[in-house]
């Protein structure tokens, strides 16, 4: 049950960070599409203010009111053309900054959450690898014990354990059997308690043994 839960987690883990990346995949795409833009403008900005010192060389060679107001004109629509471009790479550049801090907070709540499963992930690992090697010691135990009983007692505590799913002996607590939770007559009680022959369950058929005598 364990490691089903280890594997449906890490599958779950692992859909929901691919998620998470698709999203930072998009907004990654969405700061270069931004950038571009930025880098566009700013090279229509150069070569605007290229032209009009261009323009601004060319007053020196003006010889006549109708020329003067020409390149006037020109240049004034050079200046609206620069005031527009300038109000617009400010706004790309702040949805830029903004982008990016964005896409920063979002990377760190990604790693976060990553960081986060992995320990969920490891801890539950680690209670398998403890549940694995106690099982290992008591399934060692088990074949010890078993490999020191009679022929017969062994055939027998064999028999219960396949019926049983492998579980054939159970403790008595308080008078009752744990595996099935039904009452032990007394006399039989006492011959647990005493240590000095296997009882059986009358309800269950497993092997009866008073814990706390054996330790």
Known sequence: ALQQRIETLTAANAEGLAVFDKMLEERTDRIEEVRA????????????????????????????????????KEMDMQ???????????????????????????KQSERDALAERMAEVE???????????????????????????????????YDRIAKRRHGKAVAD???????????????????????????EMCQSCQRLLIWHEGLA
């Open 122 to 156: 490891e801890d539950l690992k680690a209670q398998l690898a403890e549940k694995l090697a106690a099982a290992s010691e008591i399934q060692a135990r088990r074949e010890a014990l078993r490999a020191k009983m009679p022929p017969r007692e062994r055939s027998r």
């Open 172 to 198: 008595v607590e308080d008078g009752c059997c744990v595996a099935c939770k039904m009452r032990v007559p007394p006399g039989q009680h006492q011959k647990v308690l005493r240590l000095n022959s296997l």
């Open 37 to 72: 833009f930025v880098a566009e403008k700013s090279a229509e900005q150069v070569k605007l203010e290229e032209t009009t010192r261009r323009s601004r060389g060319r007053m020196g060679a003006i010889t006549n009111q109708r020329e003067l107001a020409a390149l006037n």
């Open 79 to 105: 200046r609206r053309m620069s005031q527009a471009l300038t109000a617009e790479l400010t706004k790309l550049r702040a949805q830029l900054t903004e982008a990016e801090a964005d896409h920063g907070t």
